[in-house]
Nanobody, 123 residues
């Protein structure tokens, strides 16, 4: 069983930066592609970013491309999401996700989820 624990969320002003972390335990971290999703109140959970098991390939939603960067440190069993130039519309609960098969999974394909960390962007 894989456990994912997110951290780093908080309240920031528009234009600020945050770095989210996701620590994984219980399985071989490097065997999983890792991704971040987010869910705003009243909206569906949506894909944000993904990184392949080896870290060689990254993928981003158009809404965050150029502002967010996903990375992973397999030695530390940790994946990160660096968020720059935050906008009001980035406000959401951010979820870390792991999947052993699909690099860019749909919500239904994700094998393991973290419990989420809240990011609130204010003006």
């Amino acid at each position: 069983q894989v456990q994912l624990v997110e951290s780093g969320g908080g309240l920031v002003q528009a234009g600020a930066s945050l770095r989210l972390s996701c620590a994984a335990t219980g399985r071989t971290f490097s065997a999983y592609s890792m991704s971040w999703f987010r869910q705003a109140p009243g909206k569906e959970r949506e894909f944000v970013a993904a990184i392949s098991w080896g870290g060689g390939s990254t993928y981003y939603a158009d809404s965050v491309n150029g502002r967010f960067t996903i990375s992973r440190d397999n030695a530390k069993n940790t994946v990160y999401l660096q968020m720059n130039s935050l906008k009001l519309e980035d406000t959401a609960v951010y979820y870390c996700a792991a999947d052993a098969v699909v690099v860019v999974p749909s919500v239904g394909q994700v094998e393991y989820w973290g419990k989420g960390t809240l990011v609130t962007v204010s003006s």
